[in-house]
């Protein structure tokens, strides 16, 4: 990454302001983001097609897919299935051969609203978020090849830190939109699962360069794609978890401990 900062910013750049520049960039969520997309997609490219042409669909159909620009929302809405245990191998060829497809416009667009309404209408089987990176980005798994893993591994802790870190700064400046969830609850329980709902904000508002909008997830129209649409209801499920465990504090109802990020999206107040 440094060398091509270097061969790019022209001679008015110093090698140290380029520095900078470069580990800033590193430490950005968004790029770190796209760059554990890109090897994921990568990764598990190969055997989501089997399982696809599995289905039945021909080589100019598995072509098409591939030009979609649904495609790599498809493969994420997979991943994120199946990083929440459910039975990919065995449903994807069923859903796919559910139902024509000749109808259809774009087939990965298509194929990926069956994804999603299977995996809502799993509901209670899916097992809670510590399928997603800092709420948002659901992992990579079943990955066999060493060095893929270990780069998706990397890049997925240096997300985890850089949702702390977003969070920490969060918490210690104490902007409007953090304000707008409430008090940090003094139990310890509530505490632990009200940051993992800030981390995920704080995250989304990164990746999404939403910068000083005092909205918590800023305006409806930054999410403009499919994958920003999907992590803006994470990142309002987040906001509604922490406003639950806000008011759980005051109105001292212990039950509200087993509420996990993420997992339901109940509807709030508009953000």
């Not at 499920?237 to 008011?247: D, G, S």
């Given at each position: ?34 760059e ?12 989501f ?8 669909l021909?080589?100019?159909?598995l ?7 649904a ?72 990955v ?12 997925a ?29 003094s ?43 999907n ?25 509200v ?15």
């Amino acid at each position: 990454m440094l060398a091509g900062v270097l061969a790019n910013d022209g001679a008015d750049l110093s090698a140290h302001e380029s520095l900078e520049r470069a580990q800033l960039q590193a430490e950005d969520f968004g790029i770190l983001a796209a760059e554990y997309e890109t090897l994921a997609q990568v990764a598990h490219q190969n055997r989501f097609e089997e399982l696809l042409a599995h289905s039945g669909l021909g080589i100019e159909r598995l072509e098409n897919i591939r030009q979609s620009p649904a495609y790599g929302p498809l493969l994420a809405a997979v991943r994120d299935a199946e990083a929440h245990g459910l039975d990919v191998e065995e449903t994807l060829p069923r859903l796919v051969a559910a139902r024509s497809l000749d109808d259809a416009a774009d087939l990965a667009a298509v194929i990926r609203d069956r994804v999603d309404r299977w995996a809502q209408a799993a509901g209670s089987r899916r097992r809670a978020a510590s399928g997603l990176i800092a709420g948002l980005i659901p992992r990579a798994v079943g990955v066999t090849n060493t060095d893929m893993a270990r780069g998706l591994q990397e890049r997925a802790e240096a997300l985890q830190r850089r949702a702390h870190e977003l969070a920490e700064r969060a918490i210690d400046q104490n902007p409007l939109w953090l304000r707008q969830l409430g008090a940090r609850p003094s139990d310890p329980p509530f505490r632990e699962t009200w940051l993992e709902a800030v981390k995920t904000i704080a995250a989304y508002r990164e990746r999404w360069s939403i910068d000083d909008d005092p909205r918590p997830l800023g305006s409806k129209a930054t999410a403009r794609s499919i994958e920003a649409l999907n992590q803006r209801r994470l990142a309002r499920a987040a906001f509604n978890t922490a406003m639950r465990l806000t008011h759980a504090t005051r109105t001292q109802h212990p039950e509200v401990t087993s509420v996990a990020v993420g997992l339901t999206v109940n509807r709030g107040p508009e953000l």
